[in-house]
DNA sequence: TATGAATGAGGATTCATTCAT
DNA sequence: AATGAATGAATCCTCATTCAT
C-alpha cells in the first residue's frame, strides 16, 4: 500500500517533468507557462507546487533529468568491448542526435544554471555527463591510443563545440542526423593518435588503416 | 543645421541600440525591461518606440549590429597579406574574445530569428560573417594550402564549434581569453593540407584509403 | 457542496456584471477602467478576466446582459389580456422609463456591436427586444385594431426613435419620466386604425388616395 | 497683405477641422488619433495646437461646425415660398439623408456636450438647429395648418426621433435614403391638422386632399 | 507661426504563485 | 495530497501634449 501510494506520486513526478520538459522545449523558459506544462500532465495547477517549489526550480529539475537520461542512454550507447576510435564514434553519434531531438533543452540549460541572477560555475550532471568522453579519452591515453601529451580538455571543446554547431546548422536546415558530421570528426581525432615511425615511411601499412580496420572487425562481431 | 539634426538622431539610435545591447546582454530577452533600456539610454521610454516599433524589432537591430560590427572586426583584424594559416590565426583569436566579450548576444542571436513564433532559416548578417571564413579557406583551397577535396561547412563548423565552446567554457570559469585554444585548434587544421610526397608516391593513396574505410563504417552503424 | 461552488461563482459573475454595467454606463466604453470596475466587484484586476477574455467581451456580456433584462422586464410590464392599444401603451411607458434610468448602455450598445473594427448588422437580443413591439402589432392587425396595410417596421421606428429622443430630451434637463409623451404617442397611434365606416362608403377611399398623392409627390421630389 | 495672411490661417483652421470631422466621423473620440488628423490635414501634430488647445476642444469645434453647416443646408433646403406641408418634407428629406451621410458625427454630439465629466445642458448650435423646425411649426400653426393646441416639443421628438431611429436603422443595414420614410412621416402629421367639418362628411373633398395637391402644384411651380 | 521629436502618465493584460476547500 | 479560483505585481505600449528649434 505504502509502496503503491509511493510509487503513485513517483510516476506523477515523472509525469509532470516530461510535460515541462515538452513545453520547456516547445516555448523556452520564459514563454513556458505553468499552466500549460499543469496541462499537460494532467494535473492542477496548483499541483505542480507540490512537488517543486517554483518554476525555477522545476526547470532545474528539467534540466538535470535531461542530462542524467543523456548520460545513461550515452553508456548505453557505447560498446563495452570496443575500442576507443569506435567508442568515440558511438558517443558522437549519440551526441549528435541527442541534440538534434533535443536542442532547446541544451540551450535552455544555461537558465538553469542561474541562482539569484548569478550563474553557478557548473552543473554536477553535465559534469557526469562529460566524464563519459573524458573517460573514453583517458583509456585511448591509457591504451597507447592517443599520444600522451594531449589536453583532454582542449579536445573536449573540439568534439562537443563541433556536435554542437552541427546539430545547430542541422535544425536550423531542418535537416536531420549527418553521419558525414561524425566521420569528419573521426578523421580529426586521427591527430592525436601517437606518431610512429612505421607511420611515416609506408603508404598502405600504416596504424590508421590498421586502426580502422579493427573497428570494422569490431563491428561485424556484433551481428 | 539639417546636417546637424540629422547627426543628432542618428547619435540618439547609436545611444539606444548601445543600452539595449547592455541590457539585452545582462538580462536576456525577457528579462530585459524596456524602461530600463531607455532609462540607460538617458530618454523617455515612448522615446524608444521612435525609433523602434516595439521590443522585438529593437532586438532585432541589436543583433543585427552586432553580426555588422563582429564581421567589421574581423575583416579589421586580420592582415591581409599574411598567409592563409595567419589569418586564420588571427580570425580565430578575433572570435574568441568577441566571444567571451559578448557571449550572451550570441546565445539571443536565436530569439532574434523569430518572426511570429516561427524560425527563420538564417540571419543575413551571419551568413555575411561567416562568409570571411569562407572567404580565407577558399583562397586557402586556391593557394593549394588546403587540400581541394576538403567540404569548407563542415570545417566551418569544426572552427566555430570548438571557438564556441571553448568560449562558454571559460567564461563558466571567468577566464579570459586563452593562447592554447587558438594554437591547438590551428594545429587540427594541419590535417587540411595536402598531403605529403609520401603519400604521393603510393599508387593508392592513403587518404583515400581512409575515406573508403569510413565510408564503410558509417554504413555498418547504419544496421 | 458544488451546487454551492457553483452558485458562488455564479454570484460573482454576475457582480462584475453589475460593476462593469455601472462603470460603463457612467465612463463609456473608453472611459471605463478595468480597474475600476474590480475594485467596484470587489476582486482583483485578474478575477475579472477569468470571467471574461478582454474588456469588449465583457462589454459584449454587459450590452447583451441590458437587453436581455430589458426584454424580461418588457414582457413583464405587458399585462397579458389587455387590448392591443393598452398594451403599446404600457410597452411605451417601460421602454422609455428604461432610456430614462439607463441611457447610456443604449448608447454604448453600438460599440458592442463590433468585432475587429468592423460592424456587425444587429444584436440578436435586441431583435428579440423588438420582436415584443411586433408581436403586439401583429396582434393588433389581427384583431383588426390597426389597419392591414401598415408596414410595421415604419411604426416602429416612430415607436422607439421617439421615445429614444424623448428620453435624451428628459435626461438632458434631469427631467424624470413625462406621461405627456405616451399620451401623444398613443395618439398619434390613432391613425394607424382602420378607416371610419364614412370612409368605407365612398367608392375611392380617402386613405387610398392620400397614398397615391403621396406617391406622386415622392416622385416629384427626385427630379 | 494683412488680408492674405489672415486668408491663409482661416484656410488652415478650416483645413484641420475637415480632417477632424472625417477622423472622428471614422473613429469616434477616443478612437481618433490627433496625430492622423495632423497627417490629413498635412500639418505638425504640434500645429493643430496653435489652432485648438487639445483634444476635447477640437472636437467641440468639430460639432459646432457641423451643427451649424447643418443649419445652413437645412434653412437653404427648404422652398421658401413653400406650404408648410412642403417645408417639412424638405426638412425631413434633408435631415435623414445629413444623419445617413454623418451619423458617427451626430452619436459624438453627446461627448462634446462634457465639461470636466459633467453635460451640459444643450449646445447652443443644435438649438439653432432646432429652431428651423420649430419655426416650420410655428408658421403652421400661425397659417391654421396646424391645430393651435399641439405641443411643437413632443412634435419634435417624434419628427427628429423618428427619422434618426430611421437613419440608424438603414445605415446598419448598408441602406440608402428611404423615401418611404419620409412619407409615412408626413402622414403622420395630418394628424396635426386641424379637424375641419367638412372632413368628416364628405369622402373625397377633404381638406387633406386640397393640401396634397396644392403641395403637388407647388413642386410642379418649381420646374 | 510651424515643426516634429520627445515626453511620461496611464491602462489593459498576463501569469507565477497562493490558499481555502 | 489535490484542486483551481483568486490574486496583484509587473510590463509593454500608446498617444495627447509640450517645447526647443
Known amino acids: 500500500m505504502a509502496e503503491t501510494q ?18 520547456f522545449g516547445e516555448s ?38 535531461f542530462w542524467r537520461e543523456l548520460t545513461k542512454g550515452a553508456i548505453a550507447a557505447i560498446s ?8 568515440l564514434h558511438e558517443l558522437a553519434s549519440y551526441h549528435l542526435q541527442s ?14 544554471r542561474m541562482r539569484h541572477g548569478e550563474p553557478v560555475r557548473q552543473l554536477p550532471q553535465i559534469r557526469e555527463y562529460v566524464r563519459v568522453f573524458d573517460g ?5 591515453i591509457d591504451l597507447r591510443e592517443f599520444s600522451a601529451d594531449i589536453a583532454i580538455w582542449q579536445i573536449r571543446d573540439v568534439f562537443y563545440g563541433t556536435l554542437e554547431h552541427s546539430a545547430r546548422t542541422l ?3 531542418d535537416q536531420v542526423f549527418d553521419p558525414l558530421v561524425i566521420d569528419h570528426l573521426m ?9 610512429l615511425e612505421t607511420d611515416k615511411t609506408s603508404g598502405l601499412q600504416s596504424s590508421e588503416i590498421m586502426q580502422a580496420l579493427s573497428r570494422i572487425e569490431t563491428k561485424l562481431s556484433q551481428f
Not at 563495452?80 to 567508442?87: F, I, M, S, T
Not at 541534440?99 to 538553469?112: G, N
Open 6 to 23: 509511493r510509487q503513485r506520486l513517483e510516476a506523477r513526478e515523472e509525469t509532470i517533468l516530461a510535460a515541462a520538459t515538452a513545453v
Open 28 to 65: 523556452g523558459v520564459d514563454g513556458a507557462r505553468m499552466a500549460e506544462i499543469a496541462r499537460r500532465a494532467d494535473v492542477a495547477e496548483g499541483t505542480v507546487y507540490l512537488y517543486y517549489k517554483n518554476k525555477h526550480e522545476l526547470l532545474e529539475a528539467v534540466v538535470d533529468r
Open 80 to 87: 563495452e568491448g570496443a575500442n576507443v576510435n569506435q567508442q
Open 99 to 112: 541534440l538534434i531531438d533535443d536542442f532547446k533543452i541544451v540551450e535552455i540549460t544555461s537558465r538553469a
Open 136 to 140: 573514453i579519452m583517458q583509456r585511448g
Open 171 to 173: 535544425v536550423l536546415r
Open 187 to 195: 578523421r580529426l581525432f586521427e591527430q592525436y593518435r601517437p606518431s
